[in-house]
């Protein structure tokens, strides 16, 4: 094997640790804006599509889009990305960031599921191991609170809302960057995302003016750190590793959440939480070394 190669096979997987980190720093962004969850999201993505213009300009220029029919897994990814950003952002008004980000991140569930239902995926054991121990580290993740009152709230409702929609995300894009490379797939859904929601946010009466500086930063801050360079290191990864491979290692997004709520939103985390963190990474690990045994989808 040369170095090109080796180099090329880790990429993948260096791009998707990356994509984790800048997502993890999600939850500060939106706490540090002080405006509605749907106008944090529009604002996100409006300026993301503004940042991703010209490479998908430059794109275009090089190269047309072979077949207009691709278009629809970058559309469906961000219609599914609106639901998912208004739903969780204003989860985040009602539940700690550690828990609106955990259970966001139930989505590799829903895409396992789907694959397996719908797309004929055959997981081997240690896939469901490794996830069964990924998803109970998480509940760990959740703190005392949640244990102590098993009746989910509105902000947990809603977050879990938000994993029916990044399942759809991963789904069509593992699909999509079959065909379209990182930089133009990300600028379709962040267009498609800002335009819905704008329409949300319209239909809301959520108003997109007068907000102060620290929130404009935070607005800007969320679009360069977890939507441009998140989502094209989550969209590289997801166009060379399987769904249910890259969605189940997002859990360690809430375990590094946690870890920096601690001095940037002050939010302690149990003991629960920390040995949570360790069974979800060891889950991570299963997970991944999975890959290697199970089929392509049919």
């Not at 694959?115 to 055959?122: N, Y």
């Not at 990864?237 to 920096?260: D, E, F, N, R």
Request: hydrophobic content about 55%; glycine content about 8%; proline content about 5%.
């Amino acid at each position: 094997m040369t170095v090109s190669t080796t180099k090329s096979k880790y990429f993948p997987y260096l791009a998707l640790v990356i994509g984790v980190l800048a997502l993890s720093l999600s939850a500060m962004f939106v706490r540090w804006a002080t405006a509605p969850g749907p106008v944090t999201a529009f604002y996100r993505m409006a300026f993301a599509a503004l940042l991703l213009a010209p490479f998908f300009a430059l794109n275009c220029y090089r190269k047309a889009v072979a077949n207009w029919r691709v278009l629809i897994f970058p559309v469906i990814a961000g219609v599914a990305t609106s639901g998912d950003l208004s739903l969780w952002n204003t989860s985040l008004s009602y539940t700690t960031a550690s828990n609106a980000t955990l259970i966001g991140n139930s989505a590799p569930l829903w895409v396992a599921l789907a694959g397996l239902f719908f797309f004929g995926a055959r997981l081997k054991r240690n896939f469901w191991l490794g996830l069964a121990l990924a998803m109970s580290g998480g509940l760990f993740i959740m703190g005392t609170d949640f244990l102590l009152h098993p009746r989910l709230g509105i902000g947990d409702l809603m977050a879990l809302g938000t994993s029916f929609f990044y399942a759809g995300y991963y789904l069509a894009t593992e699909r999509g960057r079959r065909t379209l490379d990182a930089p133009t797939y990300s600028w379709m859904v962040a267009l498609t995302a800002a335009i819905t929601l704008l329409f949300i946010n319209i239909l809301l009466g959520n108003p997109l003016t007068g907000y102060t500086t620290q929130t404009w930063l935070a607005f800007l801050g969320a679009a360069i750190v977890s939507q441009v360079i998140g989502y094209i290191c989550l969209s590289y990864a997801l166009g060379h590793l399987p769904a249910h491979v890259v969605s189940p290692t997002m859990i360690a997004q809430p375990v590094i959440t946690t870890l920096l709520a601690i001095p940037l939103l002050g939010e302690v985390p149990f003991p629960l939480q920390l040995v949570g963190g360790v069974m979800a990474l060891a889950g991570i690990y299963l997970v991944n070394q999975s890959h290697h045994e199970i089929p392509e989808v049919i």
